[in-house]
């Protein structure tokens, strides 16, 4: 198993692009969440899902969308660059039953540079 | 809501010396209990964890006990390593149906030195 992976590592923006930070896992988890990492500020959630076709807010929503076609998969979407955006993003997975329920397995990271 | 307070950082402890980082919650209902451990460059890790009162978790060395009465989940460790320095995050998720967020401290960052 690959577990959680997430592309690309790195990024580099200017204010007003946007962008799609990918994220897949292959443990056939049905729960998977972004978030934010700020220095001081811990992680912050942005986005989650349930399952496929279900997607909610976390405590940071603004300025981000995502979607849930598949249960591998979970892009989020910048729509328009911010340097407030600069940051580092976690991509995480989890079952929702069984013995590691509530467990997240959490991506590599992508660091999120906006000029 | 729920939030998890954990001591500040950084830590700075020499190789073998005693580990304690300190971290309370709240939470309304029952919450499970975490240790994530994210070492340089890495993402987070799951360490231990416990799912009810007077649980222990414990991995690596590392243990955690669950403290209804103090709403307490304090790590601890008997001899640190270099291997060890990390930044430390509690977090919890609340026991309520469907629920799987978690609710993180803000991490306390562990230096280790030989």
């Known amino acids: 198993n690959a577990g959680v992976t997430q592309t690309p590592k790195f990024q580099v923006l200017k204010t007003g692009q946007s962008m799609t930070l990918q994220c897949a896992q292959d443990m056939n988890h049905e729960y998977m969440s972004w978030y934010r990492q700020d220095p001081g500020m811990g992680l912050r959630l942005i986005h989650y899902s349930v399952g496929a076709g279900i997607t909610d807010q976390g405590e940071v929503p603004n300025g981000y969308n995502v979607s849930r076609s598949t249960t591998e998969d979970f892009p989020l979407r910048l729509l328009s660059a911010a340097p407030s955006q600069t940051s580092v993003y976690f991509c995480?997975?989890?079952?929702?039953?069984?013995?590691?329920?509530?467990?997240?397995?959490f991506g590599p990271g992508t660091r999120l540079t906006v000029l | 809501g729920d939030s998890v307070t954990q001591m500040e950082g950084p830590v700075t402890l020499s190789e073998e010396a005693f580990l304690t980082i300190n971290c309370t919650y709240t939470?309304?209902?029952?919450?499970?209990l975490f240790w994530y451990v994210q070492y340089p460059g890495e993402g987070l890790q799951l360490l231990l964890k416990a799912t009810k009162a007077d649980d222990k978790g414990s991995n690596k060395g590392f243990e955690a006990t669950y403290r209804k009465e103090t709403t307490s989940f304090h790590l601890e460790k008997g001899s640190v390593q270099v291997s060890d320095s990390a930044v430390y995050f509690c977090a919890l998720s609340d026991s309520g149906a469907g629920s799987y967020q978690l609710t993180f401290g803000k991490g306390t960052k562990l230096s280790v030195i030989p």
């Open positions: 995480a997975s989890s079952p929702t039953s069984g013995r590691s329920y509530n467990e997240q397995f």
């Open positions: 939470a309304t209902g029952y919450p499970s």
